[in-house]
């Protein structure tokens, strides 16, 4: 029971770094999705995946559960949720990148619930260095074609 209890807060509290270091980054460019939403994202995605694991091993010796069905709704509501963030005002579309990093922050909730550790913390690396190094390169790349075409 102990053992448990720490396992999932371990799970819990590194979802709430990994979110949080991306909701850093989009709360720093004073995006309407920031710090406090991909953590709740982040977190609610791997409180899911928690339910559905613990779920399955309580029903798995009485009918046929399949753990992944809820993992799989997780993906579906998320893209609602981004959808809502994206805007577009004439030929101008805004939002498409902090819908992608509330995407990415639900899919590291799920690799932390289910235990990949790794994958989650290697993709927050990831992600926060497209995030802030790339985006120095994306603007001299596109000063650089401007100036070429």
């Known amino acids: 029971m102990l053992n448990d209890l720490f396992h999932t807060t371990l799970k819990i509290v590194l979802t709430v770094i990994l979110s949080g270091l991306i909701g850093i980054e989009r709360e720093t460019r004073n995006k309407v999705a920031g710090l406090r939403t991909h953590i709740l994202v982040g977190v609610g995605s791997a409180l899911v995946v928690l339910t559905s694991f613990y779920i399955f091993d309580i029903y798995k010796s009485v009918t046929i559960v399949d753990p992944t069905r809820m993992i799989a709704g997780i993906i ?7 959808a809502g963030t994206i805007i577009r005002g004439g030929e101008q579309v805004s939002g498409l990148t902090t819908a992608a990093t509330l995407w990415i922050v639900s899919c590291i909730g799920i690799a932390v619930g289910s235990g990949h550790y790794s994958a989650a913390i290697i993709v927050t690396i990831i992600v926060f260095f497209v995030l802030t190094v790339m985006r120095s390169f994306e603007y001299k790349l596109g000063e650089r074609l401007k100036d070429i075409l």
């Open 76 to 82: 579906t509501g998320i893209g609602f949720l981004c």
